[in-house]
């Protein structure tokens, strides 16, 4: 991550460099913000790689509106109080728009300061609903919700698995616990919830918590929160002789978790949306980004597109204006490498699109190819 972080420095002090040691250059920011350090920082530096490639491409092609793009990163460090910081600094700096937050915890706060700066917003990944529930004109989000995710899940896990008993856990944060209520609640009375509880963000020892559930004998357990924790959870669950099958949300469908899980990961169930590699709009974005930083994060796309959506809305609208170039987002249907990108009244995309997956032989699969 050190590393990664200090190249794109080098990046940044490059491209100035380029432009000429003292002179006067004219430039526009665009604000970058996630979980830069900490153990979510492998998201956010998907999230910071996606958005840089798609400014560089932008200023190879002489920026937006002859002006060069800078990108002020922030860190949040996936915590509240951070994150308004954060957004304050951004604010501050004169960002045009910002790719972000990471967390829903992060955007939803963040987002106010942004709202009330009039400053155009796209988290690449951020699915609790209130993020856009609040109607704010610049706020948008390029991923689903989790009253979607939720409800795909829970109609899996009853008609495919025709699960009877389930415990529900979650990380006491904005996304997870949202994420396992929405689950709950789409749940209903098609199944038996003999468990709920929560735990901090930070917690690693589940081994408590873990006999709690075994003795209510579920068929299913689901987990809202992050593969950080959802790695040392599942391997302790299965030490522990938990064997009902375990389902979460897209915010563990990363590496991380199946290298930290192995074995234990095998016969998993997460919600996420379809495979870029099987999105013929999504190639051009990956071959150069695997080519730029090797493998691409669950969110790098994403941020790509968030970063194309609000250049290409400042470019169509001929300004930086925030409230011209939110209404200019509002109103596109932008071709992405995601596909075809269009916000309804609330800023949240007008289709959802979670399907299952599952991990099979080491690797996330698509449930329908497995």
């Avoid at 080098?10 to 430039?27: E, F, P, T, Y």
């Avoid at 948008?140 to 008993?165: E, I, P, S």
């Avoid at 749940?187 to 917690?203: D, H, I, Q, S």
């Avoid at 950080?228 to 979460?248: D, I």
Wanted: charged fraction near 20%.
């Amino acid at each position: 991550m050190k590393n990664k972080l200090s190249l794109w420095i080098v990046v940044v002090i490059g491209l100035l460099v380029s432009m000429g040691c003292g002179a006067k250059v004219d430039v526009i920011k665009l604000g970058i913000a996630g979980p830069l350090t900490g153990d979510q920082a492998k998201m956010g530096t998907d999230v910071l790689n996606g958005a840089t490639l798609a400014v560089a491409e932008w200023n190879a092609k002489g920026g937006v509106l002859g002006k060069t793009i800078i990108i002020v990163a922030r860190d949040d460090m996936a915590q509240e109080q951070q994150a308004q910081s954060v957004a304050k600094e951004l604010a501050g700096e004169g960002v045009i728009g910002v790719v972000g937050h990471f967390n829903s915890g992060c955007t939803i706060p963040a987002s106010v300061v942004y709202h009330d700066s009039n400053i155009p917003m796209i988290t690449p990944s951020s699915t609790n609903p209130y993020v856009t529930d609040r109607n704010f004109a610049n706020i948008f989000r390029v991923c689903g919700r989790d009253d979607q995710q939720g409800k795909v899940a829970a109609d899996f896990a009853v008609n495919t698995l025709k699960t009877k008993r389930v415990a529900i856990l979650h990380d006491k944060t904005q996304y997870g616990q949202g994420l396992a209520d929405e689950f709950k609640k789409a749940l209903g009375a098609n199944a038996e919830t003999v468990y709920y509880g929560g735990f901090p963000k930070e917690e690693l020892n589940f081994k408590p918590i873990i006999s709690a559930v075994k003795e209510t004998n579920p068929d299913l357990w689901f987990f809202g929160g992050i593969y950080n924790q959802a790695g040392p959870m599942v391997v302790q669950a299965r030490e522990a002789g938990l064997t009902a099958v375990f389902m979460s949300g897209d915010g563990v469908i990363d590496p991380v978790f199946l290298k930290v899980a192995g074995a234990s990961a095998e016969g998993s169930y997460l919600t996420f949306s379809r495979d870029p590699k099987d999105v013929p709009t999504a190639q051009a974005f990956l071959d150069k980004y695997h080519k730029q930083y090797g493998e691409h994060g669950p969110y790098s796309i994403y941020a790509y597109d968030a970063a194309n959506i609000i250049l290409s809305a400042i470019q169509a609208a001929g300004t930086t204006d925030g409230t011209k170039v939110s209404e200019q987002i509002r109103k596109t249907v932008y071709d992405g490498s995601i596909g075809k990108v269009q916000f309804d009244a609330k800023g949240d995309l007008a289709s959802s699109y979670y399907i299952i997956w599952v991990v099979k032989d080491g690797k996330f699969v698509p449930y329908e190819n497995k």
